[in-house]
Every structure is written in structure tokens, then in C-alpha cells.
T-cell receptor
Framework: QQQVKQSPQSLIVQKGGISIINCAYENTAFDYFPWYQQFPGKGPALLIAIRPDVSEKKEGRFTISFNKSAKQFSLHIMDSQPGDSATYFCAASMVTGGGNKLTFGTGTQLKVEL | GAGVSQSPSNKVTEKGKDVELRCDPISGHTALYWYRQSLGQGLEFLIYFQGNSAPDKSGLPSDRFSAERTGGSVSTLTIQRTQQEDSAVYLC????????????FGPGTRLLVL
């Protein structure tokens, strides 16, 4: 059972455009929703994260939008740059009583073209 | 400071052989996680250690997989009688414990079972 569904699988955006990646989860016990960025040959690195008590969090060009009732959250990358080309994973975990084990989405390969 | 390190970076083995993968977490991190990243299954949780508590082994795919953590620091993931479907990147992550702490990932060990 896939508990976190991610789309699209791949995404091509022009430089300066907005990249949008969507995720949906099933387990209402999840209470922590991070996004990870992974470059080839490297481990994932935390990009930005949100708790369900807020609907939006912004850090620089990266914004998470969170809809608790719909059990959906999304990553928006503003002014996308070629250096943002990477694979992005959404994830969810239960911090309280769950050990913060991450359940990942299937990943989105983002390519930002000049 | 030093990040999470893993060794070896690459491992090629024959079907049926045993392999050991090592993880050195960030100093002071009490929580340690193993994940597996494969083409067919994405990123999946394997096992979680926290301090001196019994490990959470709920993600291990079979009894051929085991892991230990010595002295609350270094961890070894052992795969016995390797199968071709074990081919994947094995990622280790560590974090402080007590909240939605960032998990810092190592670069992974790329395992190929021939």
C-alpha cells in the first residue's frame, strides 16, 4: 500500500518558471511533512518541511502548501533555476509515537531548461 | 563538521554471498535509520535505532536482513544469502531525537548482486 502518492513523475520547466510538485497521503496520523532534494550520486537532503498546524511555509524560493482536509501538500519552486534540476521527494512521518520514520513518495525528476 | 559516512560506496557481490554495509552517523545523533532506494520500490524504510531502545525492524523485507548498532554510534546492515532483487542503494540517515528533527543522509552504498 503506497501511503504517499507523488506527481508528476517528471517535470520540465523553463528557467524563471514555477515548478509545482504534488503529494497526497492516506495516514491521518502523519504529523511531519518534509521535502527532500537529491542530486545524482548523493543522498537526499532536506529542503523544507511543514507541520500540519500551518497551511503554508516559505523559505526563499521554496514554498510548501498544505491542505489537511484534502490530505494533500505541494512544493512550489519559484524562479526555477538550472541548478534546481534534481529529483524531489515528498515524505511523511509520525513524530509522536512513530520514531519519525519517513515514508517517501516515488519522486519527481525536475529539469530546468535555459 | 563531518556528515554521515557510509562504506563501501559500491559493492558488487555474487548471488548467495553475505554482505555488510557500514554507517557512521553524525557525532551526537542518537537516532539512526536505514533506507533502501531501488528503481522498482523507490525509497523505503528498513530499520530504526534510537539510543538503547530495541530497534524498530518493521521495514526489513525478510529475515535475511539484519542490522546492529554498536555503542550507540556505528551501524552495520547485513544481508545474508544475497539475491538479485537486493540490488539497490542502501542509505543511512541520522538525527537528534525528540521532535521532527532533520534526518541527514549519507551518500549511500550501491549494491549490485550478480
Amino acid at each position: 500500500q503506497q501511503q504517499v502518492k507523488q506527481s508528476p513523475q517528471s517535470l520540465i520547466v523553463q528557467k524563471g518558471g514555477i515548478s509545482i510538485i504534488n503529494c497526497a497521503y492516506e495516514n491521518t496520523a502523519f504529523d511531519y511533512f518534509p521535502w527532500y532534494q537529491q542530486f545524482p550520486g548523493k543522498g537526499p537532503a532536506l529542503l523544507i518541511a511543514i507541520r500540519p498546524d500551518v497551511s503554508e511555509k516559505k523559505e526563499g524560493r521554496f514554498t510548501i502548501s498544505f491542505n489537511k482536509s484534502a490530505k494533500q501538500f505541494s512544493l512550489h519552486i519559484m524562479d526555477s533555476q538550472p541548478g534546481d534540476s534534481a529529483t524531489y521527494f515528498c515524505a511523511a512521518s509520525m513524530v509522536t509515537g512513530g520514531g519519525n520514520k519517513l515514508t517517501f513518495g516515488t519522486g519527481t525528476q525536475l529539469k530546468v531548461e535555459l | 563538521g563531518a556528515g554521515v559516512s557510509q562504506s563501501p560506496s559500491n559493492k558488487v557481490t555474487e548471488k548467495g554471498k553475505d554482505v555488510e554495509l557500514r554507517c557512521d552517523p553524525i557525532s551526537g545523533h542518537t537516532a539512526l535509520y536505514w533506507y533502501r532506494q531501488s528503481l522498482g520500490q523507490g525509497l523505503e524504510f528498513l530499520i530504526y535505532f534510537q539510543g538503547n531502545s530495541a530497534p524498530d525492524k518493521s521495514g526489513l523485507p525478510s529475515d535475511r536482513f539484519s542490522a546492529e548498532r554498536t555503542g550507540g554510534s556505528v551501524s552495520t546492515l547485513t544481508i545474508q544469502r544475497t539475491q538479485q532483487e537486493d540490488s539497490a542503494v542502501y542509505l543511512c540517515a541520522s538525527s537528534f531525537f525528540g521532535g521532527p528533527e532533520t534526518q541527514y543522509f549519507g551518500p549511500g552504498t550501491r549494491l549490485l548482486v550478480l
